[in-house]
């Protein structure tokens, strides 16, 4: 796992950005055991990208802990990140039993994916059993879950089919890292949260054109997103402050608009490569 790099490099699953509160033991690179509490940055099926203050060293056993759940199971430590999103030491560690749902989430494989060139990752929780699985959508899927807030699947845990929602996610003030789920999404539809501003923030990854002003363009894919704010990431070498123009994939193409936003933070602050962004949306009336 490439955790020096924030394009999608091999991985058994799609990774998300999920900060989920952990128990991290082991022994550090001098040989003394440590614990610590800490959070994930990012997860995904096999593995993730955790924050931790103690030097480690590649190839070193560590026991990582959901404080959440309180389940455990061992990690390998992959290597050091090249550049810290958090501003802290951060490692890419490799799962060593990946039948253990420590996450809380379901990871499919990507075998278990349909065969299409656009799809939609959409973190999804069923309303009977509240279990969570990060989705693999069509677009038809997903302007269906735009329309109504929720989407009839099969629920592996209820075995049936059930509704499931968006959970609505909380978040740091920036809005980078969004938080283990508190509830399950309610109220309007989310097309109607999204349209309205509302700031409910909904881990989604749906296809967005950045253009700039100048003319330089890129396709990319929202981290997460809100009403007002749009994470993302991109090799365009944008600024904080910087103005943008952003075409999202959750209108049909024939009404695809271009809605002004401004650069609010990166994420690393300097260097070069793809950075992980941060975007304040501005609505018309």
């Not at 967005?208 to 009403?227: I, K, Y």
Request: aromatic share 4%; hydrophobic share 35%; charged share 25%.
């Amino acid at each position: 796992m490439e955790t020096h790099n924030l394009s999608a490099p091999v991985r058994s699953s799609e990774r998300v950005l999920l900060r989920i509160p952990i128990r991290v033991e082991g022994k550090d690179a001098s040989g003394d055991a440590f614990e610590e509490n800490t959070h994930t940055l990012v997860v995904n099926r096999s593995g993730g990208l955790i924050v931790v203050s103690h030097v480690l060293q590649p190839g070193a056993m560590i026991r990582v802990t959901n404080t959440r759940s309180q389940i455990s199971c061992s990690f390998e430590v992959v290597m050091q990140a090249a550049s810290s999103l958090s501003g802290k030491p951060e490692w890419g560690v490799k799962c060593l039993e990946p039948e253990v749902e420590i996450w809380g989430v379901h990871f499919p494989p990507r075998t278990e994916e349909p065969a299409q060139a656009e799809l939609t990752h959409v973190l999804l929780g069923c309303q009977e059993c509240f279990s969570q699985e990060v989705a693999a959508l069509t677009m038809p899927q997903f302007r269906t879950l735009a329309a109504r807030s929720s989407l009839p699947r099969p629920c592996p845990k209820c075995h049936t089919t059930t509704e499931w929602k968006p959970p609505v996610m909380e978040a740091d003030p920036e809005g980078l890292m969004p938080s283990v789920p508190a509830r399950l999404a309610s109220g309007p539809p989310l097309r109607h949260a999204i349209e309205k501003g509302l700031d409910e923030l909904m881990l989604v990854k749906i296809p967005v054109e950045v253009r700039l002003p100048d003319g330089r363009e890129e396709n990319c894919r929202t981290e997460n997103l809100s009403g007002s704010v749009l994470c993302f990431t991109s090799s365009l070498g944008m600024e904080p402050g910087d103005r943008v123009y952003v075409s999202m994939g959750l209108d049909p193409p024939a009404e695809r608009r271009s809605i002004p936003a401004s650069i609010s933070w990166r994420r690393p602050p300097k260097g070069e490569g793809r950075a992980l962004y941060g975007a304040k949306l501005e609505r018309r009336v």
